[in-house]
């Protein structure tokens, strides 16, 4: 059974900062495609970073470039998301998700093309 279980959100203002985690069990992440999405109500998931299964350079949806920073630790077989200088409209119900291939990630995220999902952890920002 493949679990994947978000944590690390939170509320936080203007400026602030955190770190997402996503811990999957009974799926090898290693040389798979990784992704974050998140979801406002009302609005479509959006793709927010891709991770590749190989290499080291993560893909930015262009509203969060330079601002967040995905990452993956295949020993751990978990991912991660660091939000640095939250603004309110990253407000969002967060997930990550793992393709069923690798490993390179499509530029495009698309919510179909990901056959894993977490239950999502919430990110408030407050001005």
């Known amino acids: 059974q493949v679990q994947l279980v978000e944590s690390g959100g939170g509320s936080v203002q203007v400026g602030g900062s955190l770190r997402l985690a996503c811990a999957v069990s009974?799926?090898?992440?290693?040389?798979?495609?990784m992704a974050w999405f998140r979801e406002v109500p009302g609005l479509e998931r959006e793709g927010v970073a891709r991770?590749?299964?190989?290499?080291?350079?993560?893909g930015y949806v262009d509203s969060v470039k330079g601002r967040f920073i995905a990452s993956r630790d295949n020993a751990k077989n978990t991912v991660y998301l660091q939000m640095d200088n939250l603004k309110p409209e990253d407000s969002a119900m967060y997930y990550c998700?793992?393709?069923?291939?690798?490993?390179?990630?499509?530029?495009?995220?698309?919510?179909?093309?990901?056959?894993?999902w977490g239950q999502g952890t919430q990110v408030t920002v407050s001005s």
């Open positions: 998700a793992a393709a069923s291939w690798g490993p390179w990630c499509m530029s495009t995220l698309r919510r179909a093309d990901f056959a894993y």
């Open positions: 009974g799926y090898s992440i290693s040389s798979k495609c």
């Open positions: 991770l590749d299964g190989i290499g080291d350079s993560p």
